[in-house]
């Protein structure tokens, strides 16, 4: 029996549906792969506790992710485990493991099932025992404790071992350490067999609860006025299908202390959402010739300053986060973050760094590369990337109101960014000195609901790319992501789009082609304000 300390969760069977997933991690503040985690949440649990690695389970927005392993108990035993986790708000504990009923729930728990039962059953007969589980008055954060059970009932028997996590109402991150099986008594003979562990007969909720059009919207109006009510969302929602819009409302303020509401004309700071602008560009000149996907950068960046990086890194993995470039974010950043006002100062900050990878190799996730893009885009246009992208992105696609002015411009209707006053939770205050100059091919610009709708309509209609490469862009090349767009789903729920956070801004946009939905969020507080209420609507969407 793995105690997780290898690294690597060898026979354990996972499967779960909705965000997040089950991965092994060494440092518990630093974010695992963005597949596995959310890129724009802060990762933060506990180190592992017994040594090097523990299991940990990732769900940002609404899933139920559940690991499992067969054994046979010869002889007694009594189970032990350090379980931690951190979540947003109190738990709640149904009797159930779905993670798409309107009802709260959000919980952890370890179980040992019969093997013959449905693997997410919750039922008395199918339940065991029970050895863990978070209740509704438990803390929203709990540092690692060791949690123990006398197995030796089951002594002779095959049990079904499972570690669930199941989440509807904010981030949760649950991680598990050091699981042993001490033996009761002198018995040298005493062991646990690991079994040949089947695949669960069905997925996980696999008939989900879908509703009606009409029943879906006026769902999400109800969620996000009530979130709107609990202080934990503010912002807009538009759900538009076939071009026709179903939702266009805005809850919340704009300005606190000057007590502006926001409306569906509110501008937001969008995040990391600008990238679909900057692969839009990109893809643009490599329409005309101008530039090669498998092109290194070197040779339209010739004097960059770190030769290997200029030789190695293409637009190809910029676009797709294969590049090996690094972040910008960090120290450096905070230091100079004021001094940062053009592309080519983050280049001349940040372009003797070397590789962080082979590029090519992994997806991990990049905002210099997109900076880099952007770098690209003023080389070819001899422009500034902001007028480029005026010029050929949002202007066709009629965004007026959308851009990244500097943060010293007064910019109408621009929302006030609101973050909390600490990690563990707090007060609302603004983001102000988080902020940067202004927004970059990586993100930080700003747009509106209505504006992201007519860049979605202008993508579909051909008019910033061809159908083929918009095709190409919106398929996943590395993990769920093409260039520059996320992409998630299959057959008629499959979509694309971005999402983007940072400290008092969040937003997400989703594209459904063959469903002809467009559903979009934003908000002017921490994530995951806009992007939950995307996730609520999408998993009770209509299939057809």
């Known amino acids: 029996m793995e105690d997780f300390e290898s690294g690597v969760i060898t026979g354990w069977q996972a499967v779960g549906s909705g965000s997040g997933g089950w991965f092994v991690y060494a440092d518990g503040h630093t974010a695992p792969e963005p597949?596995?985690?959310?890129?724009?949440?802060?990762?933060?649990v506990p180190d592992p506790p017994q040594g090097r690695f523990a299991a940990v389970t990732d769900a940002n927005g609404p899933g139920t992710r559940i690991l499992y392993r067969d054994l046979r108990l010869q002889g007694r035993f009594t189970l032990r485990a350090s379980v931690f986790y951190a979540g947003t708000g109190p738990f709640s504990s149904p009797a159930t493991l779905a993670y798409d009923r309107p009802e709260a729930n959000q919980q952890f728990r370890i179980d040992l099932l019969s093997p013959s039962a449905p693997i997410d059953s919750v039922a008395k007969g199918d339940v065991l025992a029970n050895v863990f589980h978070t209740s509704p008055e438990d803390p929203a954060r709990r540092q690692p404790t060791e949690v123990h059970m006398d197995v030796s009932a089951w002594a002779g028997q095959t049990i079904r071992l499972r570690l669930a996590g199941t989440d509807n109402q904010g981030p949760l991150r649950v991680g598990v350490d050091n699981i042993r099986f001490q033996r009761i008594g002198t018995d040298a003979d005493g062991r646990v067999e690991p079994l040949a562990t089947p695949k669960p007969s069905r997925a996980i909720d696999l008939v989900?609860?879908?509703?009606?059009?009409?029943?879906?919207?006026?769902?999400?109006?109800?969620?996000?006025?009530?979130?709107?009510?609990?202080?934990?969302?503010?912002?807009?929602?538009?759900?538009?299908?076939?071009?026709?819009?179903?939702?266009?409302?805005?809850?919340?303020?704009?300005?606190?202390?000057?007590?502006?509401?926001?409306?569906?004309?509110?501008?937001?700071?969008?995040?990391?959402?600008?990238?679909?602008?900057?692969?839009?560009?990109?893809?643009?000149?490599?329409?005309?010739?101008k530039l090669a996907l498998d092109d290194p950068i070197g040779k339209h960046l010739p004097d960059y300053p770190n030769k290997e990086v200029a030789a190695k890194v293409t637009v190809r993995h910029l676009l797709t986060h294969t590049g090996g470039t690094g972040d910008i974010f960090g120290p450096e950043f905070e230091e100079h973050r004021l001094q940062l006002r053009e592309h080519r100062d983050y280049l001349k900050l940040y372009g003797s760094r070397g590789l962080t990878q082979e590029p090519g190799s992994r997806f991990t996730y990049s905002n210099y590369g997109f900076v880099l893009l952007g770098a690209l885009i003023e080389h070819l246009s001899g422009e500034s990337y902001y007028d480029y992208v005026d010029d050929h992105?949002?202007?066709?696609?009629?965004?007026?109101?959308?851009?990244?002015?500097?943060?010293?411009?007064?910019?109408?209707?621009?929302?006030?960014?609101?973050?909390?006053?600490?990690?563990s939770g707090g007060g609302w205050v603004p983001n102000t000195d988080t902020l940067p100059w202004r927004g970059t091919a990586a993100g930080g610009g700003y747009s509106t609901v209505g504006d992201l709708l007519r860049f979605a309509q202008a993508l579909s209609s051909g008019r910033l790319l061809s159908e083929a490469t918009l095709a190409d862009a919106t398929r996943p090349h590395q993990q769920q992501y093409g260039y520059g767009f996320d992409v998630q789903g299959q057959g008629p729920l499959r979509s694309y789009g971005h999402g983007g956070g940072a400290p008092g801004m969040n937003g997400e946009l989703r594209v459904f082609p063959e469903l002809g939905y467009v559903v979009v969020s934003l908000s002017n507080l921490d994530p995951p304000a806009a992007s939950e209420v995307v996730e609520f609507f999408t998993l009770r969407m209509p299939d057809q």
Do not use: C
């Open 393 to 423: 992105v949002l202007h066709p696609a009629g965004m007026r109101s959308t851009g990244s002015l500097p943060e010293s411009v007064d910019v109408p209707g621009r929302a006030v960014g609101y973050m909390r006053s600490s990690p």
């Open 208 to 289: 989900l609860h879908r509703l009606t059009q009409a029943e879906v919207v006026a769902a999400l109006t109800a969620h996000a006025a009530e979130r709107a009510r609990a202080d934990e969302f503010a912002g807009a929602v538009l759900v538009a299908r076939d071009g026709k819009v179903l939702l266009n409302d805005a809850w919340g303020r704009a300005d606190r202390k000057a007590g502006v509401a926001n409306t569906p004309a509110t501008r937001f700071r969008i995040g990391s959402m600008n990238k679909m602008f900057t692969a839009v560009a990109t893809l643009q000149l490599v329409e005309a010739h």
């Open 35 to 44: 597949a596995q985690s959310d890129p724009n949440v802060p990762f933060d």
